[in-house]
């Protein structure tokens, strides 16, 4: 009986991970503007910092409040399974795209911003592969989010 007193409480922090998420969304790209106007070599390099280690922070808060709350919301939920296609699509296509994040964040974002960190990236080439991929990841994200809020609707 207490766990699905505590359904409500997961759905919360469920929301409020991908709020955390997306909310970073509009100033990373007004970083990213800051950055590319920058003309000063050590402020630009400052305001880069920055942005990786807001990058960092509110995507590990969003992603691990994310899965944690998902994993446990399938698990104690009585009508909800992993990547089950027949009966709840919406949420096996946010499963298939929350593992295509994580690849994402896995394979290129992680990669790039230690070469970043670590001065390796003097022609700001790996910058700009780097926010092509967080863009990327946060497209998937707000796809996630639309599918959540608009499941009932019309999925």
């Known amino acids: 009986m207490l766990v699905y007193q ?5 759905v919360l ?4 991970s991908a709020v955390i998420w997306l909310g970073f969304f509009p100033v990373e790209i007004s970083l990213i503007k800051s950055i590319k106007g920058e003309k000063d070599f ?3 390099k ?3 910092q920055k942005l990786l280690s807001l990058t960092n922070l509110t995507g590990m808060i969003g992603s691990i409040g994310i899965i944690a709350t998902g ?3 399938v698990i104690i939920s009585p009508i909800y399974n992993f990547f089950e296609v027949k009966a709840n699509h919406w949420l096996t296509t946010k499963q298939f795209i929350i593992l295509l994040i994580l690849l994402i964040t896995f394979a290129f974002i992680i ?4 070469k970043i960190k670590n001065n ?9 592969k780097f926010i092509k991929w967080t863009y990327i990841e946060k497209i ?7 599918l959540a809020v608009l499941h009932r609707y019309y999925f």
Do not use: E
């Open 6 to 10: 505590l359904y409500p409480i997961l």
């Open 13 to 16: 922090a469920h929301v409020l």
């Open 42 to 44: 050590t402020n630009k």
């Open 46 to 48: 400052l305001l880069i």
């Open 71 to 73: 994993i446990l919301l």
């Open 111 to 114: 990669p790039l911003s230690k």
């Open 120 to 128: 390796n990236d003097q022609d700001g080439i790996s910058f700009s």
């Open 140 to 146: 998937f994200v707000l796809i996630n989010f639309i």
